[in-house]
């Protein structure tokens, strides 16, 4: 990106440039300058972005150990008021007994639900780490979406307007990002497809369900090349019903044109997942 000031003190040098060659290669400087400065601010908001959702996840953190303090206080007073008034509560020791198993085991679920969101913030930072080189590269973010981590990647990069066969290009950026995602154990992956609103009618995508549909197969194929195992992935579209920008304007529909690639959760670590698991088990045996 420097060869336009170089070439424009050679000319400069020579003593013979022309104003229109000056005035050209000034534009031409200018204009990479811009370049480099939109390429910084965009570079710089991603940041930004991500540290806001690491200090959102960091602030869940905070507010349940503040939970769980609080819960720890309520237990240590019931207990104090229980040895005082011991003597004559005997009558009452099973439903004594009961509300101190209730207190311990709300101690026990919001530890587990501590434990669950700073593993969160661990998996995050983790995600963050891996995916570092190529968010610098500006090849993808990494946002935090309905509770879900999620790598986007534009798909003006990834696919030619109305189509779904991978450009070089993004053949060599997902190629980059299989690699990482295989990297990472015991996760399986959702590729979700997204367009604008601009209606969509040819011999092959008769809307934008089959072509964001198509684009999210055509990523899960070339993630499979690149190493991750097929039956950690699975392809979604949703066409232009779940845009990130208005669709008013160029770089809103831009915006919307985009691959995402989830981190699908871990149901076994949710809240209740035991009791789940247990009462599915239950109408299996009644089946």
């Not at 930004?48 to 007073?77: F, G, H, M």
């Not at 008021?81 to 198993?101: C, G, M, P």
């Not at 915006?255 to 989830?262: C, F, K, L």
Request: charged share 30%; proline share 3%; with cysteine.
């Amino acid at each position: 990106m420097k060869l336009p000031a170089v070439a424009a003190l050679l000319v400069l040098s020579t003593g013979c440039v022309k104003k229109k060659d000056y005035d050209a290669l000034q534009a031409e400087l200018e204009s990479t300058r811009n370049d480099l400065t939109a390429t910084l601010a965009e570079r710089d908001a991603t940041i930004a972005e991500l540290q806001q959702a690491l200090a959102d996840e960091q602030a869940e953190v905070a507010r349940l150990q503040a939970e769980l303090d609080k819960l720890r206080s309520i237990y240590e007073e019931e207990t104090a008021v229980l040895r005082a008034q011991q003597a004559e509560l005997l009558k009452d020791r099973s439903s004594l007994r009961a509300r101190v198993e209730e207190v311990k085991a709300a101690l026990a679920e919001a530890a587990k639900r501590k434990a669950a969101a700073e593993a969160r913030v661990a998996q995050f930072r983790d995600m963050l780490d891996r995916f570092q080189a190529l968010i610098d590269a500006g090849r993808l973010k990494v946002r935090i979406v309905d509770g879900r981590m999620v790598v986007v990647m534009a798909t003006d990069i990834l696919f030619e307007s109305g189509k779904a066969d991978l450009s070089e290009e993004g053949r060599k950026a997902l190629a980059e990002v299989g690699a990482v995602l295989a990297s990472i154990p015991d996760r399986s992956f959702q590729v979700e497809g997204h367009t604008d609103n601009v209606p969509i009618s040819t011999s092959r995508f008769h809307n934008n369900w089959e072509l964001g549909s198509a684009r999210a197969v055509s990523v899960v194929e070339t993630l499979i090349e690149a190493g991750v195992p097929p039956e950690r992935l699975s392809a979604a579209s949703y066409a232009e019903f779940h845009p990130v920008a208005s669709n008013d304007t160029p770089e809103g529909r831009a915006a919307n044109r985009r691959i995402e690639i989830v981190v699908v959760p871990d149901l076994s670590q949710l809240p209740g997942a035991e009791d789940l698991a247990a009462l599915t088990a239950e109408q299996d045996a009644a089946d």
